[in-house]
């Protein structure tokens, strides 16, 4: 097992972490040291342990470090070093979403989230189709390669953490059976890589999660965002 831990010792990393989530809100985390060491030190490990496209290797981390595994396992499917689904087992990992800022307890929050969404998906879609089409066939043939990798998230829906994930893949499976090619482009798109692209500083590592097998948990005692909730059956 390969395990992301986002925090160690709090009276050395605190001003480091804070970094780190700072950087995670602005979608710039994949240039951060401690990620790209990660990469670099997973990398290592497959190569050297004689194990065959990664069969025998989980991975699993919770909150910064499920994070930090999200960048890995991406990295290792779009650079296609990998064949194989690496079972992949992240706790509570950090999402930024305006519709999980919605309390779902006000009244009509399930329809703004629904308007927010939609229009975030036309809108995308409009200027996929329209400004950058050639950016739109990039992110979709990213989209494709990552494709094969299903991580397990472990959410709560009172975590505002990770409950974007939650909000994203419902929304976008509502958006798939109303929509199907607005919600195609729309999922592949983000207004952080359009921006860039526009400015002529395309990357190639969007902030992408085409698949996963969600785990919610319902509990409605206890800090949501605790690894300990887990411990539960």
């Avoid at 975030?120 to 950016?135: A, D, Q």
């Avoid at 990213?142 to 893949?169: A, E, M, T």
């Amino acid at each position: 097992v390969v395990a992301f831990r986002g925090t160690m010792r709090r009276d050395a990393t605190t001003v480091g972490d804070m970094r780190l989530n700072l950087r995670i809100l602005l979608n710039a985390d994949h240039s951060c040291g401690r990620f790209s060491h990660a990469r670099e030190k997973v990398r290592e490990f497959l190569n050297s342990a004689a194990i065959p496209n990664g069969g025998l290797v989980w991975m699993a981390g919770h909150s910064l470090g499920a994070s930090i595994a999200l960048d890995v396992g991406r990295d290792m499917m779009a650079q296609r070093e990998l064949n194989l689904n690496i079972p992949t087992f992240l706790f509570n990992p950090p999402h930024v979403s305006l519709a999980a800022a919605i309390n779902d307890e006000l009244p009509m929050a399930k329809v703004a989230k629904i308007v927010v969404t939609s229009s975030s998906y036309f809108f995308k879609h409009g200027l996929g189709t329209v400004l950058m089409k050639r950016h739109k066939e990039d992110m979709g043939e990213q989209f494709k390669q990552l494709s094969p990798w299903i991580p397990n998230l472990y959410v709560h829906r009172r975590d505002f953490i990770c409950k974007g994930f939650i909000d994203y893949f419902e929304q976008r499976e509502q958006m798939h059976k109303l929509l199907p090619g607005v919600a195609a482009s729309g999922t592949t798109l983000s207004y952080r890589d359009m921006c860039l692209f526009l400015f002529g500083m395309h990357k190639e590592r969007p902030h992408l999660l085409p698949s996963a097998m969600l785990w919610e948990n319902q509990s409605s005692v206890g800090n949501p965002h605790e690894l300990r909730q887990w411990w539960q059956p």
